[in-house]
């Protein structure tokens, strides 16, 4: 989806009355280590002034902005054996995106290249961050007011907030995004006219206004609603991928499969997929036997919501994924949780993302209160499935949901974390944990065995007694550590 009409945003450009902090222009030079320092200027430059993108332009004369053409050949051109535009890319930390196009204007060949702002941090060249001071480019560390103002861009930039699509008409933002998923999720009535539609879509923050026939779609608006992920090019990484294992490894693929839609228009799809391929049991019942779901469906609902609003946007080149082996399911999403993985029962949510959570819960994709994990729990207990595996893999969040399992087969690290979850959840529930609670939640009568897993729980400072100083040996109960 390109975003300018680039013969006519040269013409204009070349009209400013002088190159900006965002703005370069160039006839022939093509230096990559100049340009590497200007794409690394340029886009610290653009996120300072909040600009949208920034540019350069080869083929505009600097002192006169006459549009005199160029013989730069950005897609020939080399730097040893590997080409400019890859080579640029990996000098350039973090990677930030750039387009590369050449236009014909008033029968000069000339070339563009469009940047991204800084998305997080500053842009470095080859370990080093550079900032544009007026028309020239300048070491950031040389020039600590600006790098302080720029860091200060960062907190205010939000991944919902900016921009996934720039300078559209009603029709091509009608045409990108669902909005009638969007209105019969939210449980509003469908507006009359697309204009009246528009300014709904833009009232929740999907679209943005820019004037009366120009719109920006927001990331938001992408992310929830497109049509088509990869008509946006920056998100199309952040697409669900589902996979399924042939065993218990990853030795051999089955099926692969990409979502294609936003995630709120397309999450009861993606649920659809995961429980019609995924394995059943039987259950005999008055005669007849009927096929019974090996995993709760609320459990991968609210696990997989989860997965998607508390990922980590910044995170290039990775996305939310779901891998289902023959003995266990796998949800995983970039960015390191914010609060530790053994709270997740009982502290309310932290999201990154605040604005597409408070959507999602308005959609009622996800909970409203943070009590998406006690369900998980609930109903895995209910399923007698073994207790789920909460991870920090590296800087992925990762939750591992196992598959039946028979108490004798289970190790000793699996019971226990049962133990603790089982606490945790009676706790929130008002309750204390009991021998008796727990050999109910392993589906056994031999209160021996629940003892020696309280015991070991009791040993890893995961539970406490309720009341210390009781003397009742019978009627014990047990509480989580942080209760």
Not at 2 to 31: C, G, H, S
């Amino acid at each position: 989806m390109n975003d300018y009409d680039y013969p006519d945003l040269v013409i204009r450009l070349a009209q400013m009355p002088a190159e900006t902090e965002w703005l370069e222009f160039k006839i022939d030079n093509d230096d990559p280590a100049e340009i590497g320092r200007l794409l690394s200027a340029l886009s610290n430059a653009a996120a300072l002034h909040r600009r949208e993108r920034a540019f350069i332009v080869w083929g505009v004369a600097d002192s006169t902005h006459e549009i005199v053409g160029t013989r730069f050949l950005p897609r020939s051109k080399k730097v040893g054996d590997e080409e400019l535009e890859n080579w640029l890319c990996t000098q350039l930390d973090p990677q930030i995106q750039f387009w590369i196009y050449e236009v014909t204007v008033h029968g000069n060949r000339c070339v563009v290249f469009e940047i991204e702002p800084a998305p997080h941090r500053p842009v470095s060249f080859k370990g080093k961050e550079f900032i544009r001071v007026g028309s020239y480019n300048k070491p950031l560390s040389a020039h600590p007011e600006k790098e302080k103002v720029l860091w200060r861009s960062f907190d205010r930039n939000e991944f919902e907030t900016n921009i996934a699509a720039y300078d559209l008409s009603g029709p091509e933002v009608l045409g990108a995004l669902d909005a009638t998923a969007f209105f019969k999720m939210s449980q509003q009535p469908m507006p009359a006219t697309p204009e009246a539609l528009l300014e709904r879509l833009c009232d929740d923050r999907l679209v943005r206004r820019k004037d009366t026939e120009s719109f920006d779609i927001t990331n938001l608006g992408a992310i929830l609603f497109a049509h088509d992920m990869n008509s946006f090019p920056r998100l199309s990484r952040k697409v669900v991928r589902v996979i399924f294992y042939k065993s218990e490894d990853r030795t051999e693929t089955d099926t692969e499969k990409e979502g294609r839609k936003g995630y709120a228009s397309g999450f009861s799809g993606l649920l659809k997929f995961l429980v019609t391929k995924l394995p059943q049991s039987e259950e005999i019942r008055e005669s007849l036997r009927l096929p019974v779901p090996m995993y709760p469906e609320i459990a991968l609902r609210e696990l997989i919501a989860n997965a998607l609003v508390h990922q980590d946007f910044e995170m290039t080149g990775a996305g939310p994924m779901v891998e289902i082996f023959s003995d266990r399911i796998e949800i995983s999403n970039p960015g390191a949780p914010l609060i530790d993985v053994a709270r997740f029962l009982d502290l309310p949510p932290r999201s990154r993302n605040e604005k597409l959570a408070h959507l999602m819960r308005r959609l009622r994709i996800c909970e409203e209160r943070g009590s998406g994990i006690d369900k998980v729990l609930k109903h895995v207990e209910i399923f007698q499935l073994p207790a789920p595996d909460f991870q920090v893999a590296g800087d992925h969040t990762k939750v591992i949901l196992f598959g039946p399992k028979d108490f004798a087969d289970m190790t000793k690290r699996e019971r226990i974390r049962a133990c603790y979850q089982h606490a945790g959840l009676r706790w929130l529930s008002n309750q204390q944990m009991t021998n008796e609670s727990l050999r109910k939640r392993f589906g056994f009568e031999q209160p021996p065995q629940a003892t020696r897993i309280i015991n070991d729980t009791l040993a890893e400072g995961l539970i406490r007694l309720y009341d210390p100083t009781s003397t009742s040996k019978r009627h014990v109960r047990y509480v989580p550590y942080w209760a």
